[in-house]
Structure formats: structure tokens, C-alpha cells
């Protein structure tokens, strides 16, 4: 599994962006995605997460309604449509595989960071 994640950038609050996670590697070695991010001075925290099995998807409860994660299987890739952003969402975000099977979601595999800054 080999993440590249991309799609940050410099949005005004209320605004919209699409970050994406493409993976280059090996595909049947994880069974979903995970998005995170990071704040200056914070902890890493979950963001986003979709299992291949069943399409099952689940969020933070600060971004419920806001954010949107979906999968191309095609293009190898997964997306967080993010929407109605705010001055608290910016943070470096980071894609994770989901190597676990069965049961709660394991995330390995760490893409590299993109930066999302939304401005008041």
C-alpha cells in the first residue's frame, strides 16, 4: 500500500474542497480508508472512515453533514468532500489504509500530509 494524499489548499470559511488518497501499491492488503488530521499543537485525530465490505462509512461528530468520504474503485482512490468548512477544521490531513479484516477498523500505512487552511 503506497498513499498519496493531495487536494489541500487555502479556503475561505464556508467554503468547499476535495482531498484525495490514491493508492499506488498493492490493493487487496486493506479492507478501507481512514482520513485524520492534525492541528498545530493538537493530537491526531480521526476524521473519516469507509469499509470496502458494505461501502460503510463513519465520521467524527464535528464533521457529520459537513464532510463526505467515497471511494473510486476504478482510480484506486478515496475522497473527502469537504463542505461548509471551518476556521477549526484547518489542520494537515493524513489518508490511512485499514488493514484490519474483521472487526474494528486498524490503520497502517500512513499517506503524507496535505495542509487545509480555511480563513475567516
Known amino acids: 500500500v503506497q498513499l498519496q494524499a493531495s487536494g489541500g489548499g487555502l479556503v475561505q470559511a464556508g467554503g468547499s474542497l476535495r482531498l484525495s488518497c490514491a493508492n499506488s501499491g498493492r490493493t487487496s492488503s486493506n479492507y478501507g480508508m481512514g482520513w485524520f488530521r492534525q492541528a498545530p499543537g493538537k493530537e491526531r485525530e480521526f476524521v473519516a472512515g469507509?469499509?470496502?465490505?458494505?461501502?460503510?462509512?463513519f465520521y467524527v461528530d464535528s464533521v457529520k453533514g459537513r464532510f463526505t468520504i467515497s471511494r473510486d474503485n476504478a482510480k484506486n482512490t478515496v475522497y473527502l468532500q469537504m463542505n461548509s468548512l471551518k476556521v477549526e477544521d484547518t489542520a494537515v490531513y493524513y489518508c490511512a489504509a485499514d488493514i484490519a479484516r474483521v472487526g474494528p477498523p486498524k490503520y497502517d500505512y500512513w499517506g503524507q500530509g496535505t495542509q487545509v487552511t480555511v480563513s475567516s
Open positions: 469507509i469499509r470496502w465490505s458494505g461501502g460503510r462509512t
